[in-house]
């Protein structure tokens, strides 16, 4: 009598993966906007039961897109003030990120930092950043300076928190191997924790690049000035909905130029780490 052959005990696990994310990424995309388009159309321009002075339907949004980009594309006023909030934009995100990177290794490295000086910057972060507004205005006035330090206020929290948690990412042997071979510690800091912990900081500062477009709108919208957000506010005050969407939407494409291109770096920089890419962003 022949026994059975042995195949071993190992058992090879297959994966299912649902119809649903059978789907290309591009064509999902393409089919979730167009739904939306087919609702949206269908509750303002085909039905009426949405009021166009609350949602205007996409013809009018489209309408206005073209309207705005032809302004931009033609050197109008429009781009001056797209020019305005690009600037403020970048300088707030490069301070946020200066000083939220010193402060996150302040914390991530001291005691002193974790003990004295996250407890003040946990509370900080609690309060509701939106009401410092006509702080900011009243000691740096309507101009440009007053948006950037509402949107660094509102963008640097993140930076360090994701910078402190990266210094902890190097395991206790990589660490007890660099103290072993002599090393300093701003040897051990460079070398070991900042390379370790470069998918943390960069994960918080594409937190941050969401975070300084919002603050920069407020700033505009709430102070004046002559960035895009004074004109989402003129044209509120008008009730010029498809303005106001289409200026939105023109935003919407500034924020993601610059989450792409903290993501570019990131690949450029961290190129080794691919665990930080969720959906494959960044």
Same mark, same amino acid.
């Given at each position: 009598?022949?026994?059975?052959?042995?195949?071993?005990?190992?058992?090879?696990?297959?994966?299912?993966?649902?119809?649903?994310?059978?789907?290309?990424?591009?064509?999902?995309?393409?089919?979730?906007?167009?739904?939306?388009?087919?609702?949206?159309?269908?509750?303002?321009?085909?039905?009426?039961?949405?009021?166009?002075?609350?949602?205007?339907?996409?013809?009018?949004?489209?309408? *206005?897109?073209?309207?705005?980009?032809?302004?931009?594309?033609?050197?109008?006023?429009?781009?001056?003030?797209?020019?305005?909030?690009?600037?403020?934009?970048?300088?707030?995100?490069?301070?946020?990120?200066? %000083?939220?990177?010193?402060?996150?290794?302040?914390?991530? *490295?001291?005691?002193?930092? *974790?003990?004295?000086?996250?407890?003040?910057?946990?509370?900080?972060?609690?309060?509701?950043?939106?009401?410092?507004?006509?702080?900011?205005?009243?000691?740096?006035?309507?101009?440009?300076?007053?948006?950037?330090?509402?949107?660094?206020?509102?963008?640097? @929290?993140?930076? %360090?928190?994701?910078?402190?948690?990266?210094?902890?990412?190097?395991?206790?042997?990589?660490?007890?191997?660099?103290?072993?071979?002599?090393?300093?510690?701003?040897?051990?800091?460079?070398?070991?924790?900042?390379?370790?912990?470069?998918?943390?900081? @960069?994960?918080?500062?594409? %937190?941050?690049?969401?975070?300084?477009?919002?603050?920069?709108i407020t700033g505009e919208f709430l102070g004046g000035g002559k960035g895009f957000g004074a004109?989402?506010? *003129?044209?509120?005050?008008?009730?010029?909905?498809?303005?106001?969407?289409?200026?939105?939407?023109?935003?919407?494409?500034?924020?993601?130029?610059?989450?792409?291109?903290?993501?570019?770096?990131?690949?450029?920089?961290?190129?080794?780490?691919?665990?930080?890419?969720?959906?494959?962003?960044?």
């Amino acid at each position: 009598m022949t026994d059975a052959p042995d195949h071993g005990t190992d058992t090879v696990w297959v994966e299912h993966v649902a119809l649903i994310d059978r789907i290309p990424r591009w064509l999902a995309m393409l089919g979730l906007a167009a739904v939306v388009l087919l609702i949206w159309d269908l509750a303002t321009a085909r039905t009426g039961w949405v009021s166009p002075i609350i949602l205007p339907s996409p013809k009018e949004t489209l309408d *206005e897109l073209v309207m705005v980009g032809t302004n931009l594309l033609s050197g109008g006023y429009m781009l001056g003030a797209l020019w305005t909030t690009t600037r403020t934009v970048f300088w707030a995100f490069l301070l946020s990120a200066l %000083i939220g990177f010193s402060l996150g290794v302040l914390v991530g *490295e001291t005691k002193f930092g *974790e003990r004295a000086v996250m407890p003040y910057l946990v509370a900080i972060d609690t309060m509701p950043k939106i009401a410092f507004a006509p702080l900011f205005i009243a000691w740096l006035g309507f101009d440009i300076a007053s948006k950037v330090a509402l949107a660094t206020f509102i963008a640097t @929290f993140p930076i %360090i928190v994701s910078t402190a948690a990266g210094l902890y990412a190097a395991s206790e042997n990589e660490r007890m191997l660099f103290k072993a071979m002599g090393a300093s510690r701003w040897q051990t800091l460079v070398r070991l924790k900042l390379p370790n912990g470069l998918p943390y900081i @960069f994960t918080g500062l594409k %937190i941050a690049s969401v975070g300084v477009m919002a603050g920069v709108i407020t700033g505009e919208f709430l102070g004046g000035g002559k960035g895009f957000g004074a004109l989402i506010r *003129e044209s509120a005050s008008m009730l010029d909905t498809p303005r106001v969407f289409s200026l939105i939407l023109y935003l919407s494409l500034l924020g993601l130029a610059l989450f792409f291109a903290v993501a570019w770096v990131q690949r450029r920089l961290v190129f080794w780490n691919k665990g930080d890419r969720p959906g494959g962003v960044g």
